[in-house]
């Protein structure tokens, strides 16, 4: 079984720029998550989907973040713009009844 | 709001000693708790996962739990150098319409000396 793919795997910006990040989660599995996970910290959810729908966005900074999973299977998170407190390594996690599964994350550097 | 507390360490442990980690959690409501191990620059990986108040084991790995003093351990048996990595305990409460995210800790990280 494939497991979660996230991409890109890493990625470089300048502050004030846009970024955006994909992840494709297990096959059949309707709940996906995304966590910023900083250095030193434990992963902090961003955001749940269930199928296309938005379960718990309620820690999204959602002045600059956004995350949509239109067909509900791959998804996308946006940062527009980035700070760089943001850097972090963002993690895409799904789910089929409660145990969670990762992916690889995408380390984000904002220089 | 929910809040996971762990030991950052490092815990050090002989090699095939028992590693004690040790996690308290906050919400009262919490029903799941899970420990996921993190190796460097790696995602977290599931170890192991509990429900009820006791024990659960799994090979080498027991997870603990005791709901009255929302406190949740792993010990680890026969401790090897591949052991060695950071370990999250992450909870997960009960929330209205079906949200299931995870409360992680910082993670303790955990040494094991050969």
């Known amino acids: 079984e494939a497991g979660v793919a996230q991409s890109p795997r890493y990625k470089i910006i300048e502050k004030r720029q846009s970024v955006a990040f994909w992840c494709n989660p297990i096959?059949?599995?309707?709940?996906l998550y995304w966590y910023q996970q900083i250095l030193g910290q434990g992963p902090k959810l961003l955001i749940q989907f269930q199928n296309n729908g938005v379960v718990d966005d309620s820690q999204l900074p959602k002045d600059r973040f956004s995350a949509e999973r239109l067909k509900g299977v791959d998804s996308t998170l946006k940062i527009q713009p980035a700070k760089l407190e943001d850097s972090a390594v963002y993690l895409c996690?799904?789910?089929?009844?409660?145990?969670?599964?990762f992916g690889p994350g995408t380390r984000l550097l904002v220089l | 709001q929910k809040e996971v507390e762990q030991n950052s360490g490092p815990l050090s442990v002989p090699e095939g000693a028992i590693a004690s980690l040790n996690c308290t959690y906050s919400?009262?409501?919490?029903?799941?708790f899970f420990w996921y191990r993190q190796y460097s620059g790696k995602s977290p990986e599931l170890i192991m996962s509990?429900?009820?108040?006791g024990d659960k084991e799994d090979g080498r790995f027991t997870a603990q739990l005791n709901k009255a003093s929302q406190y949740v351990s792993l010990l680890i048996r026969d401790s090897q150098p591949s052991d060695s990595a950071t370990y999250l305990c992450a909870v997960n409460g009960v929330s209205g319409g079906g949200a299931d995210g995870l409360t992680f800790g910082k993670g303790t990280h955990l040494i094991i000396q050969p």
């Open positions: 919400d009262r409501g919490s029903q799941s």
């Open positions: 996690a799904s789910s089929l009844i409660e145990t969670q599964y």
């Open positions: 509990i429900y009820s108040n």
């Open positions: 096959s059949g599995h309707a709940t």
